[in-house]
């Protein structure tokens, strides 16, 4: 089978490039190892992803965010960052939108809306249940095999397959890799005390914890923990697990009642030493595998969605050849120019806040009353706040609108 590009991965960003290319009118296939029921209807994650204005901006002009129901974007004015028992917080926002500094929506819920935009495609097919086993790079184009023995050549192949991406590895790309041996457990709560739309986020001593609004008396509850802890904490039933959360988190929310289970992601960053090769790319995750403490892994991936459908979009559209070695690298380059800041500052800030060395300890109290000195806090401080580019009065008012609904 011939295709022009050739998509490994359908999750939120191999879908969203899928949307992206299309409108050139290129042929484009995506493959997944999933079953197709778990690609249109992805169940709860327990993921709920901050979304810049940037990001919303993006989505709509996807044809991603229409599909989205209001009832299901919930509000984030602010961020706020604290210490142990210090009173002192490293704040974010509010943003310049309607004193947003974005909105929260669920990663299952993104990837359906992802899902729907792309299955009404005529010139975008997507196989699921297939995994990709080996890859072959020739001169003038990339051959794929599937664990079924199908073949598949393409002009462009595309790594879009997570942040462990079997692509990357096949094209000998090269990555910086940190296991750090704690986990992240996510869950819905209901709690009793307004969170008043601020997302907080507290290191405290072997433990970090966040709570992120969901709206009315809804959160998302966020706790990194090392890797027994997490185990353990999640086989507690649902009561042992809420008077549990209550004492982790001081009783400063209240009652907190769990409203689905915790749902654990073991902790890796990743950042590839390239993103491009012969006739490939990569995207999402794949390229740059985030922390999610800053909330930034999809954030990045969409904008590695818009580097690289800017360079290549013109040049499919005058019938050229999208693996164009010119285009990929200013790909590589712009993409690289966005991210390297904000992956290095989001590690220091991990690094800062979890080390429980008495040194690090005082570094992190004065760094908290210095904040608006440091340059990690400028940097994310810069890629959450920067407006959407080319936003226009018509935009603007959709996203308010939904903001608005959401909550
Ligand atoms: C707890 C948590 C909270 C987060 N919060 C935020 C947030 O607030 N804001 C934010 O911006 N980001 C956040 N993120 C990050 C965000 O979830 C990811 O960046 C995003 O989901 C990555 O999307 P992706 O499409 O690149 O990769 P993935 O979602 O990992 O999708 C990769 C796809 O590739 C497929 N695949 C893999 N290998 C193969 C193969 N060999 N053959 C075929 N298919 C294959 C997989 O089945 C999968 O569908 C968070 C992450 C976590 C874990």
Redesign the pocket.
Known sequence: MYTQIVI?????????LARALSSSGARIIL????QLT??SDPSFD???????HQ?ISDLEQLGVWDRIDAKEVFTLREAQIYDGKSPYALRYGPGEIDGQLGC?VS?CT??KAAYEAVKVLENVEVLAG????SLEVGKRSVRIT??DGKDISAALLIG????????RDQLGIGAEMNRLGKA?L?GRVKIGSWHDDIATEWFDHGQTLAL?PLGDGVASA?LTLPESEAATLQKLKAEALGQELQRRYRGRFGTMTPLSPL?S?P?TTTYSKRFVAHRAAL?????V??H?VT????????A?VRHLSEEILPILERGGDPANPAALARYERRHRRESRPIYLATNSIVGLYTDDRPPARIARRVSLRLAQLLPARKAVQRMLMKPARERTRLRRSVISSKLRLGR
């Open positions: 490994v991965g359908a999750g939120p960003a191999g879908l969203s493959v997944d190892t999933q778990a690609l327990g993921r709920e992803i901050a979304l810049t990001s929260m990663n993104i990837r297939a995994k990709v086993v599937l664990s879009a397959d997570s942040r462990f991406s079997f692509v992240m996510v992120l966020v749902h992601y902790l995207i999402g995750d794949a390229a595998g985030m999610p909330a930034h892994g999809f954030n990045l991936g969409l590695s």
